[in-house]
């Protein structure tokens, strides 16, 4: 099966910095877009970040200059650098990905992550 995992989220104070991480694993011919999302309680889930094969990356407003998308597909991992967190940065953050399984080369399919919890506060 295909599955996307993120890891990194926790506890951090306000100016700190965590990096997510998301890994890719199952039988994948190739990876075409991936995106982070989060959600906090009581708003509506929000594009944070997102990068597509070969081309520049988008942020949100709420994020811009502080954080920073990435992916390494040596390791089918997309990461999220986050520098000068906020309290309003609290959420559940998810990782996006368009993904073309081994067994059907030309299909691409969109796949979720469990989610993340990440924490600012002091």
């Known amino acids: 099966q295909v599955q996307l995992r993120e890891s990194g989220g926790g506890l951090v104070q306000p100016g700190g910095s965590l990096r997510l991480s998301c890994a890719a694993s199952?039988?994948?011919?190739?990876?075409?877009?991936m995106a982070w999302y989060r959600q906090a309680p009581g708003k509506q889930r929000e594009l944070v970040a997102g990068?597509?094969?070969?081309?520049?990356?988008y942020y949100g407003d709420s994020v811009k200059g502080r954080f920073t998308i990435s992916r390494d597909n040596a390791r089918n991992t997309m990461y999220l650098q986050m520098i000068n967190l906020k309290p309003e940065d609290t959420a559940a953050y998810y990782c996006?990905?368009?993904?073309?399984?081994?067994?059907?080369?030309?299909?691409?399919?969109?796949?979720w992550g469990q989610g993340t919890q990440v924490t600012v506060s002091s």
């Open positions: 990068l597509s094969d070969g081309g520049s990356p």
């Open positions: 996006n990905g368009v993904l073309a399984p081994t067994h059907h080369k030309t299909v691409f399919q969109t796949y």
């Open positions: 199952g039988s994948i011919f190739s990876i075409r877009d």
